[in-house]
């Protein structure tokens, strides 16, 4: 197995970082869909349509993008030599995509309250947790690229 990956490294990298982009693009743009949805009234057609569009980026694009990301990488991480597992930007990355896997999971559960019109954050809320992602992404990018 172990030369399979080896083998097909670049391949599993690239599927990785398409799967990461994508992930990423959803991350970026579903906070900003709660911002619109918080300015419609519960209930209307506007507020409907946007409880189906964010049903459908969380679960057809964002959720699956965030599975490949994992499966991907961890086929990466598993190709021996490939990670010093002792390099602290190694750590410092993974503990970010776990906070971004974190904050997937907080979007799930803000679609949910707003799909069962309960929503209890107002639109502030939603542009300030817009820029957890972009933080995360920062670190996550500088720690691969830069391996400070």
């Given at each position: 197995?172990?030369?399979?990956?080896a083998t097909y490294q670049s391949w599993i990298l690239?599927?990785?970082i398409m799967a990461f982009i994508a992930w990423m693009a959803g991350t970026f743009y579903l906070p900003r869909l709660y911002?619109?949805?918080c300015q419609v009234v519960p209930g209307s057609a506007e507020s409907e349509r946007f409880k189906v569009m964010e049903r459908k980026l969380l679960r057809q694009i964002m959720t699956p993008a965030m599975i490949v990301t994992f499966l991907a990488g961890g086929a990466l991480a598993s190709i021996p030599?490939?990670?010093?597992?002792?390099?602290?930007w190694w750590w410092t990355k993974l503990i970010c995509v776990l906070g971004l896997?974190?904050?997937?999971?907080?979007?799930?559960?803000?679609?949910r309250a707003f799909a069962e019109d309960r929503n209890q954050h107002p639109e502030k809320f939603y542009r300030i947790a817009n820029e957890v992602p972009t933080i995360l992404m920062m670190v996550?990018?500088?720690?691969?690229?830069?391996?400070p």
């Open positions: 197995m172990t030369d399979f990956l690239s599927l990785h911002v619109y949805h030599g490939l990670i010093d597992w002792n390099a602290g896997a974190g904050f997937h999971g907080a979007c799930g559960a803000w679609r996550i990018v500088i720690m691969i690229i830069v391996r």
